[in-house]
Nanobody
Framework: QVQLVESGGGLVQPGGSLRLSCAAS????????MGWYRRAPGKQRALVAR??????IYADAVLGRFTISRDTAKKTVYLQMNSLEPLDTAIYYC??????????WGQGIQVTVSS
């Protein structure tokens, strides 16, 4: 496992934008997959987006609004969130999957979309 640090969350009005970042504090293990999950109040954790060598995959709920990107050399994954909606309110967790198929998780960062 690697240590992950998330940043970029906060409070935004509907229609606004945020960009989340997640960086590994150590890079001793090769990462093969990166992505974001979120947990909304009263709901199970759900995939938001993921990216690997096969390209990005998005949940239907965010398709066309969110963009995931990565810098594999820097062990960093980003989530650009546009046209945010109140239903996007959740704690967002980044994850990295290493070559041994072990997942590391960020601590979670709050995104709140509200007027």
């Amino acid at each position: 496992q690697v240590q992950l640090v998330e940043s970029g969350g906060g409070l935004v009005q509907p229609g606004g934008s945020l960009r989340l970042s997640c960086a590994a504090s150590e890079s001793g293990v090769k990462i093969v997959d990166m992505g974001w999950y979120r947990r909304a109040p009263g709901k199970q954790r759900a995939l938001v987006a993921r990216i690997n060598n096969g390209g990005p995959i998005y949940a239907d709920a965010v398709l066309g609004r969110f963009t995931i990107s990565r810098d594999t050399a820097k062990k960093t994954v980003y989530l650009q969130m546009n046209s945010l909606e109140p239903l996007d309110t959740a704690i967002y967790y980044c994850y990295f999957r290493d070559v041994f198929l072990t997942d590391s998780w960020g601590q979670g960062i709050q995104v709140t979309v509200s007027s």
